[in-house]
């Protein structure tokens, strides 16, 4: 029987699109930095998805790897806390994805919404493949495979992550099956204690009539909080709340990253391919010419002008990066053209000047040994496979695919 695993982990990853900008940041990898000191965390460099819409040049592949792992490491990733490791290095992710292949519908693939939207956007590119198609089940597998309570995402992957969870679903009934799994788990219920065995039943009783999923939740707490219990009988209440299984694979949440809409230079969405970012690491001089001749309110032409911060996107990064007075000094000084746009900039490229200076302290030691990279990443993937095989251990049981 399983161990239960579920607990509090943290799974997430990033396709190697080398060196990171303000957007990557804001939007996920700032976020990935608290989450290592609450959960247990699992981050990785989606290496194989990269593949999925750019199989036919490969070559920068190593140095995108390299690089966006170092912009982890210099924001703060921590290797001695969370497990930072590369997808290609733990083939476990691809039998994974091979046999959970094998139960997906090909309509579930067919409707994720990316599915169509990308292959209208990269029309120059062929991605009529078996792969490109596939992508989402293969970031079911490496989601399933780490049993984590929880996947922070953007809005653009929750799709993904709904999917996943139909995933497990489908595998836990298929395969979860125990003989006298009934039986097993009424007497498990027992062991809850008299007011929580009741609790459980009540709330079990509502979810299966109703649906409604605040009870499930509540029971699943109660169940997770149990620390008398052995793991297999908390492995069946789990399951036992939802149908008649065992649940291999805890179905994960996706959880939405609070994201700041990070501007780029030319007030569009700040995104390496409009050409328009800032990187994580960029040099004083570089980042105080960007932002000097960042776009402002369109409106405001002479010094004289009064603007509005409503239209301008520096006044989007004042609202990441500057304080309360800051920001009240910039917003009156701009609609009484009491102050210029190099002045209301100033404070900014302090900022961020001092943030990518932290940064770049932090990158040093990296970008001047591409070894040390390489160690962080050959040990996080050894010890991300120690976890990995025993998930595929007990999915291969479940399958029946090799009895120990
Ligand atoms: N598909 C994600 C992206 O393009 C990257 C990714 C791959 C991922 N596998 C994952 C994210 C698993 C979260 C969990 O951004
Ligand atoms: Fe934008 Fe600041 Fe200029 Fe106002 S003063 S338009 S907020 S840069």
Redesign the pocket.
């Known amino acids: 029987m399983s161990s239960n695993p579920q607990a509090n982990r943290v799974?997430?990853?990033?396709?190697p699109t080398g060196q990171l900008h303000l957007g990557n940041y804001h939007g996920a990898l700032k976020n990935w930095v608290d989450l290592q000191y609450q959960y247990r965390c699992f981050f990785f460099v989606?290496d194989w998805?990269a593949l999925t819409t750019g199989y036919e040049d490969t070559s920068r592949l190593p140095e995108y790897t390299r690089e966006m792992v170092i912009d982890w490491l210099a924001a703060g990733l921590n290797p001695g806390v969370a497990t930072i490791f590369v997808q290609s290095y733990v083939p476990e992710h691809a039998e994974l994805h091979l046999l959970l292949s094998m139960i997906t519908p090909l309509s579930w693939l067919e409707r994720v919404p990316t599915y169509k939207d990308q292959q209208a956007e990269l029309q120059e590119k062929d991605l009529a493949t078996y792969g490109f198609l596939g992508y989402p089940l293969l970031?079911s597998a490496?989601?399933l495979l780490y049993r984590p309570r929880y996947?922070p995402?953007g809005e653009d992957?929750v799709a993904?992550v709904e999917m996943t969870r139909e995933v497990a679903r489908r595998f836990n009934n298929l395969f979860g099956r125990e003989s006298g799994f009934e039986g097993k788990s009424e007497k498990a219920i027992g062991e809850l204690g008299a007011r929580n065995s009741k609790l459980y039943r009540e709330l079990r009783r509502k979810f299966q009539e109703t649906g409604d999923t605040a009870s499930l939740e509540k029971a699943q707490a109660i169940v997770r909080s149990n620390t008398r219990i052995i793991v297999a009988d908390r492995e069946r209440l789990l399951g036992y709340l939802e149908g008649s299984s065992v649940s291999i694979l805890p179905e994960p949440q996706a959880l939405l990253t609070p994201t700041p809409k990070l501007p780029g230079l030319d007030g569009r969405k700040m995104s390496k391919s409009y050409g328009n970012t800032i990187g994580l690491r960029e040099d004083p001089d570089s980042v105080t010419r960007k932002l000097k001749t960042m776009q402002t309110d369109p409106a405001r032409v002479r010094r004289t002008d009064p603007g509005d911060p409503d239209n301008c996107p520096v006044w989007s990064l004042h609202e990441v990066y500057s304080d309360e007075s800051t920001r009240s000094w910039t917003a009156a000084g701009c609609r009484s053209a009491g102050i210029g746009c190099l002045e209301c900039k100033k404070p900014l490229i302090d900022r961020i000047v001092a943030e990518a200076t932290t940064m770049r302290q932090r990158a040093a030691e990296y970008e001047n040994n591409p070894e040390l990279v390489r160690a962080v990443l050959t040990q996080g993937s050894e010890k991300a496979r120690e976890t990995a095989r025993e998930t595929l251990d007990e999915v291969r049981n479940a399958m029946l695919l090799r009895e120990d």
Do not use: E, F
């Open positions: 799974l997430s990853g990033m396709r989606a998805h970031q490496d989601i996947v995402v992957q993904h």
